[in-house]
């Protein structure tokens, strides 16, 4: 099986790091090796892949709303999941320009 790579940068990715953007309803992924590469992806009109997220996130009430601007998300949301060994931690947002805004300002550890 191929290793997945960096859609921004190319750098290969194992399973257990990196991050995966994932639009649900559409069924369209992204993967990134650093929290930062997510920004000049979103800025220049993210270019999705086709598929689903190999690994379905634990279902949290968090992911009900956007870690960006704190309103539910619905059906219709972007996820971020964070690969971090056998660690998944996962955030929700509106759209890509509101994981764009997040990933900017440092994400989680703003």
Do not use: I, N, S
Request: charged share 25%; glycine share 12%.
């Amino acid at each position: 099986m191929a290793r997945e790579r960096c859609d921004w940068c190319g750098k290969a990715l194992g399973p257990d790091e990196g991050y995966r953007a994932a639009e649900e309803p559409g069924e369209r992924l992204g993967a990134f090796c650093r929290l930062e590469h997510v920004v000049p992806w979103a800025m220049q009109g993210p270019h999705w892949r086709a598929g689903t997220l190999p690994e379905r996130p634990r279902q949290d009430a968090a992911l009900g709303a956007c870690a960006e601007c704190g309103a539910a998300v619905g059906d219709t949301r972007v996820l971020l999941v964070h690969h971090r060994g056998e660690h998944r931690v996962a955030d929700a947002f509106c759209g890509v320009d509101h994981l764009r805004a997040w990933a900017h300002a440092g994400g989680r550890w703003r």
